[in-house]
């Protein structure tokens, strides 16, 4: 397979890619593994045109009938290995043919770092547990709202700045990591701190419903994580691509990585997580490809 690009990774980000460059009627090909983190978002409520809020699979299903309707292939597998080669790249997926490709945009996003939460390895991924208060954080207004993770002190005290004044923040026993100007940061915005280890869970209705701490027990109405992501770089980092301190992918104005001919959106970019702001990428590189072919 011969292509002008390659785009690596289904979910918002990259169908985005795909349809502008199918538009373009540039010979376009998406991979994808199969796991999208959208896919995980029970509803979100700030994406323009559903003010009724969307789930992850039903924006995920929208998108992938829009792209149809072009014959964009779409490959139902993992890459495993990309190599630049005479000017361009040459991608593996197992079982089949090397895919050559003059550009490779990677929307390959990022997984989220589960809590250590007893008995439920994927709180995040089931939907118990959220992990985008911009989502929505609006509709838990003046509720009881947990973050999780001792890191995650931006994060608890941008939710007591904007949604609620009810504010925990769990740090899974590990408060000690903690500086003074963190913690005074935390109880001038009224976040309360809970510092012991997650010993049990009450879940009902789909939801936790009470986390026990010994002998004590707390109810939240919202939990959110804030362990952080595990970005999904490994093709980019074998080509030598630069990465932040988190260790997403640094790009420049049109979305190019440190390697040239080699694009990045959504979510594995630095930046903010956001839908809107992924599929904005991808229109960015996917433009920025056409007028380079």
């Known amino acids: 397979m011969d292509l002008d690009a390659l785009v690596i990774g289904g979910g918002p980000a990259g169908m985005t890619a795909a349809l502008y460059l199918a538009r373009f009627r ?3 090909a998406l991979a994808d593994g199969g796991a999208a983190r959208a896919g995980s978002i029970p509803a979100s409520h700030n994406i323009p045109f559903f003010a009724e809020g969307i789930g992850g699979a039903a924006i ?3 998108q992938r009938a829009h792209l149809d309707r072009y014959a964009v292939p779409w490959l139902a597998s993992r890459i495993d290995h990309l190599e630049r080669r005479d000017g361009g790249f040459v991608a593996e997926r197992r079982g089949a043919d090397p895919i050559h490709a003059r550009h490779v945009l990677l929307a390959t996003g990022a997984e989220d770092i589960e809590p250590a939460l007893p008995g439920l390895p994927d709180a995040v991924r089931g939907g118990l547990v959220r992990y985008c208060p911009i989502c929505d954080g609006f509709e838990s207004r003046d509720r009881r709202i947990a973050v999780i993770g001792a890191r995650g002190a931006d994060e608890a005290i941008f939710i007591a700045r904007s949604y609620s ?4 923040l769990l740090t899974l026993g590990e408060g ?6 963190t913690l005074e940061r935390l ?3 009224g976040v309360r701190i809970e510092e012991q280890p997650v010993a049990g869970l009450d879940i009902a209705d789909g939801r936790i419903r009470a986390l026990r701490f010994g002998a004590q027990e707390l109810r939240f109405d919202v939990l959110y994580s804030a362990l952080g992501l595990n970005y999904r770089t490994e093709l980019a980092l074998a080509l030598g691509a630069e990465t932040d301190a988190k260790g997403a992918l640094v790009v420049d104005d049109g979305m190019m990585t440190s390697v040239p001919g080699l694009y990045a959106a959504g979510d594995v970019v630095s930046g903010l997580d956001q839908i809107v702001v992924g599929m904005g990428h991808a229109a960015i590189a996917a433009t920025r490809i056409h007028n380079a072919c």
């Open 26 to 28: 540039r010979r376009v």
């Open 176 to 181: 000690g990591m903690m500086d003074p100007h």
């Open 165 to 168: 004044a009810d504010v925990t």
């Open 60 to 62: 995920l299903a929208l």
């Open 187 to 189: 109880g001038s915005h």
